[in-house]
């Protein structure tokens, strides 16, 4: 069980406020990076973090699936936000790139990862 459980919710939680705020903003924060797929390497990161995280809370198999849909849900919902927008675009490979970050962080924690957060708190908890 993990100890700072709160803090760990709180700062999923922020994570999930960051991504909404990304998402339905009219001009995003924009990284200078010369990759054509920079966009969805974002959206894929964004959405594996968030599953993880919420994961290495969650052991069960039963949350870790509701997770699984209400990511995949949020990432297509806000999608269709921004096509609705008229600022931002819609596009199908933004919610591929999001789907793929979440079954991916949920195939992860098949293994041995698992507990990577249950382990930094042991370790922070140790030089406290």
């Keep these: 069980m993990l100890r700072y459980f709160n803090l760990w ?4 939680c922020l994570m999930v406020l960051a991504v909404l705020y990304l998402s339905l903003t009219p ?6 990076i010369e990759f054509e797929y ?6 894929f ?4 973090i968030l599953m993880f995280w919420f994961a ?3 052991k069960t198999s039963r949350v870790r699936l509701f997770y ?3 990511f995949v849900s949020m990432g297509v919902i806000l ?10 675009f819609f596009e199908y490979g933004d919610m591929l790139a999001n789907t793929s970050g979440v079954v991916l962080a949920w195939l992860i924690t098949k293994t041995r990862l698992n507990n990577l ?3 930094f708190e042991k370790i922070i908890i140790r030089l406290v």
């Design 9 to 12: 919710i709180s700062i999923g």
């Design 27 to 32: 001009a995003p924060p924009e990284i200078n």
């Design 38 to 43: 920079i966009d969805k390497v974002e959206h």
């Design 45 to 48: 990161l964004a959405y594996f």
């Design 56 to 58: 290495q809370l969650y």
């Design 68 to 70: 699984v849909f209400f």
């Design 79 to 88: 999608e269709i936000l921004q096509g609705l927008g008229g600022i931002r």
């Design 117 to 119: 957060l249950l382990s």
